[in-house]
């Protein structure tokens, strides 16, 4: 099944990798025989996501991704290995999912003419004012 990372874009299976791994840290006599934890590998260069997003994924200074362009997730927060698989995915989609979409261009505008003579009213009482503060000549 296919990782679904928008309505449009999916992540076919066979293009992530996910391994069993023991987990680290406290856990007991289990953690040493159980494999948890799961390892996520993702190379974007060889997957089918469209060029643009790729580039745009490659740009991202995000220390998952390394030099060669592959992204390592390791999940370990949880104690079976299934809600790690999940966790690891849902990692990977929040990773991808910002690139997916675009910034509006932004559309150049002037201040109205009531806007100006505005701001030069309030320039004006504030200059007034100030003057106000001077030395008192009695």
């Known amino acids: 099944m296919p990782l679904d990372i928008s ?5 076919p299976d066979n293009e992530i990798e996910l391994t069993a791994v023991r987990a680290q840290g406290a856990g007991g006599q289990n953690v040493n025989k159980v494999s948890s934890a799961i390892h996520l590998r993702f190379d974007i260069r060889a ?5 643009g997003f790729k580039e745009k994924l490659l740009a991202l200074r995000d220390r998952r991704i390394t ?3 592959v992204v390592v997730i390791k999940a370990q927060q949880h104690r079976t290995q299934e809600q790690n698989r999940e966790d690891a995915l849902a990692r990977l989609r ?3 999912r910002p690139v997916l979409y675009s910034d509006k261009p932004r559309k150049a505008t002037r ?3 009531n806007a100006k ?5 309030s ?3 504030d ?6 503060r001077g030395r008192v000549d009695h």
């Not at 997957?47 to 060029?51: G, K």
């Not at 003579?117 to 009213?121: G, T």
């Open 117 to 121: 003579r505005k701001r030069m009213d």
């Open 111 to 113: 201040p109205s003419r």
């Open 94 to 96: 929040e990773l991808i």
């Open 7 to 11: 309505r449009n874009v999916s992540i």
């Open 47 to 51: 997957s089918s996501l469209h060029p």
């Open 67 to 69: 030099r060669d362009g």
């Open 123 to 125: 320039k004006t009482r």
């Open 127 to 132: 200059g007034a004012k100030k003057r106000l």
